[in-house]
């Protein structure tokens, strides 16, 4: 057994030898599979399903990658607050039961708050899980996340890691600490999804007090309920209820873009009455190469900010309108000055049903891939039409 903890990246290099640790049994037959995994170099590599197979039944393998979040974190007294202090293999010490639904390997990417998340942790963690993916032997992978913004890591594993295992962010309300932690619960309910053969081919999913969510809807909307996410449409993928994985919904088709190196940068500008231009200034400024605009209603602005996104626009920086209203899509209805409609025929982009943090990532994706102009509202728009059909 040999394990690697690599903490938080502080050059953001990804170590050459991965690391792995087997959950703990008293099952034999476990146990034959645990040394026969740690023994190797490449705990990725297929396990002997013969050997397996000899000796009792095969319990599927599943990855987890502990990035951080509270789920990860205990009170400090001193401090008077949470804190990062719990490793990928307590976490899954914690559930003793996991034993039951897989064999699970777990290794610490990061233990980090999900608010220390940055464009360049995504897409080291896409290249790691992708690298995880292409080789093999697991049936699905595991995702530790602070859950403040998880969903926009999870929407952008879900646009660059491509494959039909299925991928599961999860995450906890309450600190490791707690006496009455989620951590736990939502650990042994995301393991179990990313076992389930019915969760191939779903993508990227998030699971919370048992609702499963898709990355592209999946949206944080309680500060401190345990049911801290809502699907953007309304309507939840399925439940994980009493170790039973349910799926009561199809899946919508998914959005796929290469995974750049760099992304470009990408601000969110708010519209709120009495907006003036400087933020959307600012983040012209700093070099940004998109903004979106987190725009009132189904995707409206005021004078000020009209036309500071149509001085963007002039100057070749795309603009997406998205919307501060939790739920429906972003349309343009209106033809005053700062209206959708005009905001649309002076070249900005409708997000359709993305949240202004979402349509951040599909747009810094976008742009790396080159996508500008009609292509880029294809882009965005043509997802809007699936929501509907
Ligand atoms: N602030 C924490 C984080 O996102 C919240 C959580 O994990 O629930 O890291």
Redesign the pocket.
Known sequence: MFWFDKGEFSNLSYPPVDISYLVGSVNPVYNTIMSDFTQRSDHLRKPDRKAVHATGPVLPRIHVVAT????A?QLDPEQEGAIPGVRGTDLIRAVPELDQIALVSVEEFSNI???HMTPAHWTRLATRLKAIVEAGGIEGIVVT??????EETAFFLDLTVRGEIPIVLT???RPASASDADGPRNLRDAVQLAACPASRGRGVMIVMRGEIHTACEATKTFTEDLD?FESHSGTDLGQVRAGQVRFTRQTLPRRQLPLPEDLPRVDIIPMYAGADDSALRAALARGAAGLVISAVGAGNVNQALFDGIKAALEAGVSVVISTRVPHGLVRPLYAYAGGGMSLRKAGAVMAGDLTPQKARVLLMLALAAGERGETLRERFEEHSVSLRS
């Open positions: 951080g979040g509270t789920i974190m708050p999900s608010e996340h602070g859950t403040d913004t998880m995450g906890a309300q801290a």
